[in-house]
């Protein structure tokens, strides 16, 4: 099962690695990371989308919260929450024809055409992976020069909240 | 009061109450010894090699419950310190070791003696810290104590760059008495529901078994598990790692289990129908077979480190909390309840452990010509009155002690159960006698493990440690040798020691004295002799039998009840069923 797993820990040199290690040391699944400071600059926020049985995930968030430096953890995928991923996609656009449907397909999707050259149109979108997954599909593998994408952030729906 | 960043870090060990830094020099630390020099309250021992630092203080940590301190310098004496560093980890012991680091403008630059002592330690550690200004030291090295010595203890490492120990700033040092730490808050006290649920099911069992380990020394649990189990009369096993934590004179004790425990206590826990595991953390030379671990039993788990409970094996009923608290509070309410437990299912129960233990699993050929290894641990045993502090080495040697060496009391039995380290020993036992220097302190090793620290008898002659080497000369890598004549057929593939020293002339050379034993009957007149000379470190070089085996034994992947006993074993007693 695919789980996001949403920490906060101390914004110190180290911290970051000593996640990564948790994770290659124990051969756990690691899809995507992200981390940056929060409001309160001492901590950071790390987003972890992992993928595993019941007792593996168990044990990683059991030794997730081992570490010195996690302050708290939830398991957003427990209740219901939010998913956003940001994609930076840059396209192939020659002509007038491609231009049109690309801006169609960006306005279907909700996306924002930031920079534009007289041959490519850059895109910023957001949404869950599926949604990015589906406007990778729709503009076709063809038309693709570079995509960035930012992994998963997450946040749980409704009063629950992850704070100190 | 105004310091420098190296008196900060000695006034600091001093104000912790630190009585002994195991270390050894170079340029990253040479501010730090030099303020060591100008004062005489922490003790400086000089081992011989870094590594031989970390197993002494870890061996004065695991007899005292008191942190142990190391000090090295940067590169190569932070590597050198890595293996002590890892066996502690493993076994949870705390310590603090300071490694020197390469000044702060070159760090990152690849400079003369500069590793990343932080990152290579960072899989091995409970935590590590790299102190990049003196204002941070003192409070860091709080904090080191502190996540070494709590919760569920282990070694961190505090990597100090030259420059923040200089001697010729200073700013203000006040000793810090606490520490919190806001994302570091051990769970020590059991959930009260949680006890009661465990204590339920305790009071149902028919057959029930205790397994128990170290964690039951960490937390100088000994006295409160032992009433706990007297008051249940419940059989008892421990790990390699909990022997001592309940005596093993009591009849109550079934002995260790596990790959080389007791054929009784192994068919006791493959029938159990509640098993309480009490600070054990159910490692695969315990469980065998996963699949096959207790069949039959609903489990209790107390651990202090939820990452423990539920790892290896599910349990029923997991307790997280320090096995002190636990284990009193579980009492309590056991006598709380107007409930017994059930006294004719538990006299079936120890009939049926009994005629196990009828198997006299552990006996071994008394009439041979050549020296038993397990005859020389039992005459241990009577010579040092089962009151010594016996170290071990990593092999066959270590587990014939396990066998044949009843600790009736914790912290007397030390030895590396989780990295399994060939070396740890000998400096051990350097530190177990500095901590107690009237005990009885005794290492039993192997030919081939005591050359991996050999070099510590110059650090034993150096301070005047006069412990008592065992070594059971087998002339062979024996745990190695065994594998291969079991499942190897018998192809020795190096691990036959060709050009052994001669260890009698080797302990004279470092100013000791040496004793060779060949016969059997020389065995306990030699034993009687060596810890007699009080003041000497004797090194006794015992030629054993070259092809004993350690019985009993469960392979590799096997279960619990498909041990195998020594050829030579009674056979089963009448109205024994053979077991599934
Ligand atoms: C050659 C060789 C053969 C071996 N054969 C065997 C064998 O036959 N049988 C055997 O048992 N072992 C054997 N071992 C040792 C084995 O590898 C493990 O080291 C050992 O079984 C672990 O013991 P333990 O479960 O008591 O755990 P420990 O490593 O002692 O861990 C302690 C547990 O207690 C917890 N704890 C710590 N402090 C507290 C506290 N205050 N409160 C609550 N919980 C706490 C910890 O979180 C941890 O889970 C062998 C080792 C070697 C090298
Ligand atoms: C540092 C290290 N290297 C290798 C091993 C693997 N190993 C385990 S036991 C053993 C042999 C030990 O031989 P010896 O010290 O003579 O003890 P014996 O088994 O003969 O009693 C070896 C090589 C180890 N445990 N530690
Ligand atoms: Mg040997």
């Known amino acids: 099962m695919r789980h996001i797993i949403s920490l906060l820990m101390e914004n110190e040199a180290g911290a970051l690695s000593r996640v990564a290690g948790l994770f290659s040391a124990r051969g756990y699944n690691i899809e995507s990371l992200t981390v940056a400071p929060t409001e309160d600059p001492s901590l950071s926020r790390m987003t972890l989308v992992t993928t595993g049985s019941e007792e593996i995930i168990e044990q990683i968030t059991k030794q997730l919260n081992k570490l010195i430096d996690v302050v708290k953890l939830v398991d957003l995928t427990e209740g219901a929450h939010i998913e956003r991923e940001l994609m930076l996609i840059k396209l192939r656009a020659p002509d007038a024809e491609r231009r049109a449907e690309i801006k169609r397909l960006a306005d279907i999707f909700r996306g924002r055409i930031i920079d534009v050259t007289d041959s490519t149109y850059t895109i910023e979108l957001t949404g869950d992976g599926d949604k990015l997954d589906a406007f990778i599909g729709a503009v076709g593998e063809g038309a693709i020069i570079e995509t960035v994408r930012t992994g998963a952030s997450g946040i749980a729906r409704g009063t629950r909240s992850l704070h100190l | ?580």
């Open chain 2, 1 to 580: 009061m105004e310091l420098s960043g190296a008196e900060i870090v000695v006034q600091f060990l001093k104000d912790e109450g630190v009585e002994y830094v195991f270390g050894y020099p170079g340029g990253a630390v040479l501010h730090i010894y030099d303020a060591l020099f100008q004062q005489d309250d922490v003790r400086h021992i000089l081992v011989r090699h870094e590594q031989g630092a970390t197993h002494a203080a870890d061996g004065y940590a695991r007899a005292t419950g008191k942190p142990g301190v190391v000090l090295v310098t940067s590169g190569p004496g932070a590597t050198n310190a890595v293996t002590g560093i890892a066996t502690a980890y493993m076994d949870s012991i705390p310590l603090v070791v300071l490694t020197g680091q390469v000044p702060t403008p070159f760090i990152g630059s690849d400079a003369f003696q500069e590793v990343d002592a932080v990152g290579i330690t960072r899989p091995c550690v409970k935590h590590n810290f790299l102190v990049k200004r003196r204002e941070d030291l003192a409070l860091t090295l709080k904090k080191a104590f502190y996540i070494a010595t709590s919760g569920r203890p282990g070694p961190v490492v505090v990597d100090i760059p030259k420059d923040v120990t200089d001697p010729n700033v200073r700013i203000p040092y006040e000793y810090p008495r606490e520490v919190k730490i806001r994302s570091y808050n051990p769970v020590v006290k059991g959930h009260p529901g949680q006890i009661k649920k465990a204590v339920d099911l305790i009071l149902q069992a028919r057959r029930p078994m205790i397994y128990a380990g170290g964690g039951v020394i960490l937390s100088e649990a000994s006295a409160e598990f032992t009433e706990f189990a007297r008051a249940l009369g419940y059989p008892v096993t421990l790990t390699l790692m909990g022997l001592g934590a309940y005596p093993a004179t009591d009849r109550q004790f079934v002995g260790m289990l596990g790959m080389h425990g007791t054929y009784e206590a192994n068919m006791a826990m493959h029938e159990c129908d509640v098993l309480i595991a009490i600070g054990a953390r159910f490692d695969d030379r315990v469980t065998g077979k996963v699949a096959e671990f207790c069949p039959h039993a609903r489990i209790v788990h107390v651990d202090i480190d939820p990452a423990s409970i539920a790892k290896n094996v599910k349990v029923d009923v997991p307790i997280v909390g320090d096995v002190k608290n636990v284990l009193a509070d579980m009492t309590r309410e056991l006598r709380a309840r107007k409930q017994q437990p059930d006294g004719e299912a538990l006299k079936q129960w120890w009939a049926r452990i009994d005629e196990w233990r009828g198997r006299n699993c552990l006996q071994y050929d008394r009439h041979s010509k050549l020296i038993k290894p397990q005859f020389v641990i039992e005459k241990l045993y009577e010579v040092t009155g089962g009151d010594a502090y016996i170290t071990s080495d990593v092999g066959q040697h270590q587990m014939w002690t396990a066998q044949f060496y009843k600790f009736d009391q914790p912290r007397r039995w030390i030895n590396s159960g989780g990295l399994g380290t060939m070396g740890f020993g000998m400096p051990a036992a350097l530190g177990v006698k500095l901590a107690h220097p009237d005990a009885t302190v005794a290492c039993v090793t192997g030919e081939a493990s005591i050359q991996m620290c050999i070099q510590e008898l110059s650090t034993a002659m150096q301070y005047m440690l006069p412990i008592k080497i065992v070594n059971l000369n087998n002339r062979y890598m024996g745990m190695v040798r065994q594998w291969q004549e079991f499942f190897y057929e018998s192809r020795y593939s190096h691990s036959y020691l060709e050009a052994l020293p001669d260890f009698v002339k080797l302990a004279e050379s470092y100013g000791h004295v040496g004793l060779r034993i060949e016969k059997p009957e020389d065995v306990e007149g030699a034993l009687r002799e060596a810890f007699g000379m009080k003041d000497r470190l004797v090194f006794l070089d015992f030629i054993t039998d070259q092809t004993e085996n350690v019985y009993p034994m469960i392979a590799q992947g096997k279960g619990h009840h498909e041990m195998e006993l020594a050829p030579h074993c009674t056979a089963p007693q009448s109205g024994e069923r053979e077991l599934a």
